[in-house]
């Protein structure tokens, strides 16, 4: 008996032994600098839920006259548009896809070729209605590939005949209104989209222009910008928003004017406000600044669309600038948006404006003979661009 409790004491301390250094084994193994292949829980759908408000630095905002990133460092949008079947109902309608062009190989060329860091990417609301299923899967597709490489979104509603509305003027109407809804619900947790809420409006007068009034068609009320600010808001999307002055700023073409804005501003804390330009780029510095009145730094101010466009369909884009003062023009204008740290998007990243073609994306030049207004010709001011954008020359 006496030999069976010293063999089972034996026994017990052997196990004690055992568990004592089974247990130093795994602390050792989960200290912090050799942790490997730890599974992480699957989030519950508590713990992925979203906060009914963001935090600072959860999303791009405006602070002063600047827009700044998540880190609070300046933040200053540079990049170009894509034009695509999401806002040519011609081309939704033809079966072609956006997806031909606007795509990860196309956005790997922006950001790491080109050192852009935005893609303004028109889209409609009309074209959405035909088939809302695919349309968003096609649009989700490209923001998250967009992002993906590094590319700011700013999708910019295109409410007009060639993107398919059966109205003749470009207005803000109660359609866009439960468009915005959509959108903005769909993407008001990323931080890597903003929102341009109506392209080119052709609303006469400040007051219509902010808060709407009057009828277009028969009958359906024209809405203000404020209107659809307030919409992207009402659903919980704090991104920034961008707002365009068109016809109300008393230019009948499409570039737009701040000067007469007055005190008809937005009332929300993370606009920018944005201009189009393409037969101004050759004005001095200071027909520039008038061109924003009293947005000019105190506000974000962006050029939206701009371009040198020898090959436009509309002369006047290109008009009044000869052959060889084409290439200072559009570099003392690139200039020009630095000193006022104006963000923006040329247009267009697509052929034969920024690129040749996308394939090889071979920039554009201005040193090849054109004459204004010649359509057939393929030239621009992508390699002036693209040499700015690289080198800061």
Known sequence: ???????????SIVAVIIIVVAVGFIIQRQTPN????????????????VPDTFPPGDMPRVEGAQIVDTSGHPLILRGG?????FNFISGWQAGKSPLTTLNTTTFHVMAHDWKMNALRLPISN?????DPVKYMADLDRVVREANAAGLYVVVDLHDNVKSGSPYPLAVPKPEDIAFWKIIAAHFK???MIMFDVFNEPQVRGWQAWLHGGGTIGNGTPIVGFQNLVDTVRSVGAKQIIVVEPGAAGGDTGETGSWASVG???INDPNIIYSRHVYRDLSLPPDQQDAKWGSI???HPIYYGEWAFL?????PIQCSGVAHDQADAVVTNFLHYMASRRANWTAWSFTSPYLVQNTTTFTPTSLDVPWTCGDTSVTAGMGMIVKRYLTTGQ
């Open 1 to 11: 008996m006496k030999r069976l409790y010293i063999f089972l004491g034996s026994v």
């Open 34 to 49: 050799q942790v490997v292949n730890t599974i992480t829980p699957t989030p519950t759908s508590a713990s992925t839920s």
């Open 81 to 85: 548009q894509i034009q695509s079947p």
């Open 126 to 130: 009309w074209i959405y209605d035909k």
């Open 189 to 191: 947790d990323d931080p």
């Open 263 to 265: 005190n008809n501003l």
């Open 296 to 298: 000019l730094n105190h």
């Open 310 to 314: 020898p090959n436009s369909t509309v």
